[in-house]
């Protein structure tokens, strides 16, 4: 880290101590990096590297910043994460995670009825749960749901039968 000292330009003396953080996974560098894009670059990969979201705050950038939370909702599958991230951000995230955790309930975070009847839809299909289709609460979702499993139910019965 003596040798980045010695770089006289900032941005290039940024550069040198983000990568000697990130080889060391040492976040107390990052502190000390004067340059605010890789003050912000040390901060997003060490943040994703160890999972540690409450340094994500501390990213400037706000691309960067929401770059930095939904990477590590995605990997920890913490959906509180998603609330974190602009509107259409946040609503793919619980989608997604919903989706990974195959969690029916997280389908009530999402904004509008339609989005949350549709990940509900989508978790019933994934988890084969046939009742999952009366938490539907758009009546068009719920017939397709029913009849998406009436059609597995006759496939299976098909397939049994000529076996």
Same mark, same amino acid.
């Not at 980045?4 to 941005?11: A, G």
């Not at 400037?60 to 951000?89: M, P, V, W, Y």
């Not at 009825?113 to 549709?118: A, E």
């Given at each position: 880290?003596?040798?980045?000292?010695?770089?006289?330009?900032?941005?290039?003396?940024?550069? /040198?101590?983000?990568?000697?953080?990130?080889?060391?996974?040492?976040?107390?560098?990052?502190q000390s990096i004067n340059d605010?894009?890789?003050?912000?670059?040390?901060?997003?990969?060490?943040?994703?590297?160890?999972?540690?979201?409450?340094?994500?705050?501390?990213?400037?950038?706000?691309?960067?910043? =929401?770059?930095?939370?939904?990477?590590?909702?995605?990997a920890t599958n913490k959906d509180?994460?998603?609330?974190?991230?602009?509107?259409?951000?946040?609503?793919? /995230?619980?989608?997604?995670?919903?989706?990974?955790?195959?969690?029916?309930?997280? /389908?009530?975070?999402?904004?509008?009825?339609?989005?949350?009847?549709?990940?509900?839809?989508?978790?019933?299909?994934?988890?084969?749960?046939?009742?999952? /289709?009366?938490?539907?609460?758009?009546?068009?979702?719920?017939?397709?749901?029913?009849?998406?499993?009436? =059609?597995?139910?006759?496939?299976?019965?098909?397939?049994?039968?000529?076996?």
């Amino acid at each position: 880290i003596n040798v980045c000292n010695l770089i006289v330009s900032e941005m290039t003396k940024g550069n /040198c101590q983000q990568q000697f953080a990130e080889i060391n996974n040492d976040k107390t560098i990052c502190q000390s990096i004067n340059d605010s894009y890789w003050k912000d670059n040390c901060y997003l990969n060490y943040a994703i590297k160890n999972n540690a979201e409450g340094l994500c705050i501390l990213v400037k950038n706000i691309e960067d910043r =929401g770059q930095c939370f939904k990477t590590i909702a995605f990997a920890t599958n913490k959906d509180i994460l998603c609330e974190h991230l602009q509107s259409q951000g946040r609503e793919v /995230c619980i989608f997604t995670i919903a989706k990974a955790t195959k969690n029916i309930e997280l /389908c009530t975070n999402l904004k509008t009825p339609l989005d949350q009847d549709s990940c509900r839809i989508k978790i019933a299909t994934l988890t084969n749960q046939t009742n999952s /289709c009366n938490l539907i609460k758009i009546d068009q979702i719920r017939t397709d749901c029913k009849e998406y499993f009436k =059609g597995i139910l006759k496939k299976e019965t098909v397939n049994s039968s000529s076996k």
